[in-house]
């Protein structure tokens, strides 16, 4: 999460160091891959008074995330207008969708209420919300069919590469395929789908059978870090800039492989001591995990404001003090955040129920 924020922040000196700098992957893959893990962690729990009450528990998830989606959406419009309305220009405000709303507030509001506009950061939580709608089936099949689920997964993924004209492919498939290429979606989920399946199938019992054969996981793991450095070393020298943005829209498996390699060093990696040791003293990294929702929504206000405010600054430049200066502050404020969510749930899970009043006599 917290990388997800210094990341679009076009002046940020640290986001020149995160995972997109030395990777075809970036943030993204890792915030759907971990969502996949940690709602099949829940599942398990779930599981545990039935199957139903699992799969309720992860649809009365659905509304909270479309929530989500309007709250996220509408702070973002109104940052624009904001800035707009003060005269200052960035590239990362959502102008276009600010002048969509105005010039005909009815269609644009029914529009976004069905997911057909997502301005900016607000884009990622209706990709996710297509992820609960299937997940009742997917994560069954993923815990307990770990192979079967990754070949349909897979399968699915092909099927959001295919666009108009392509024979054999249903015309509203290669028309939801081309929404996605005009913009509407920045996100396709169909493709996406699949690092969340991805993160499933990490929480299955497969996983941990592949884990303890000692021989096989020495070999998984040189063949991941050969990969690791391969596509550290390209990034690098051989293509340093910005990638083309249809590999991350569709989800390329260039991408899927780089990140998978990626996950399995950082799992072996969370085996050792020195690991161990470092996630204690980062206690308030996990705070900001807990309240996903809530920070994610923050920190993309703040990550949007703050772009916005050092672009305005330095205008358009690399500045190095200006940057970490803005990295530092943007860093600070979710944490403080997620400290805040924190202590208010803490707050309202320790208010003792109200008393029910005495009948008179």
Known sequence: MLIIVVDHIGGSILSRFTLHRFAFSDAAEAFVFL???????????????????ASWRLLGRIWPIYRGFLVCSGLMLACAAVFQRL???APNLPVASLAALSGAPLTYIVDLLLLKHQPYLASVLPMYLM???MAPL???LGLRRPVLALVLSIAAWGLAQAGPGVQGVPVWLSSFNSAIDSGEWSFNPLAWQCMFMLGVIGRSAFIRDVGARIYLRRGLTLIAIGVVLGCAAWRLWVEPGYLNGALKENLSMLRVGNFVALAWVCAQLSQTFWFKQMIQRLQW???????????FIAGAVISLVLDSILFRATGGILDYPAGLFTDGVALLLTALCGLAFDKGFARRRRQPAMAKPVGLA
Not at 43 to 49: A, G, I
């Open 138 to 140: 997917a994560i069954p």
């Open 285 to 295: 990294v996990a705070v900001v995990g807990r309240h996903s929702m809530a920070c």
């Open 131 to 133: 992820f609960l709608l």
């Open 35 to 53: 969502s996949g893990f940690a709602i099949a962690s829940a599942w398990l729990k779930w599981s545990e008074k039935g199957t139903a009450t």
């Open 87 to 89: 005269d200052i220009s």
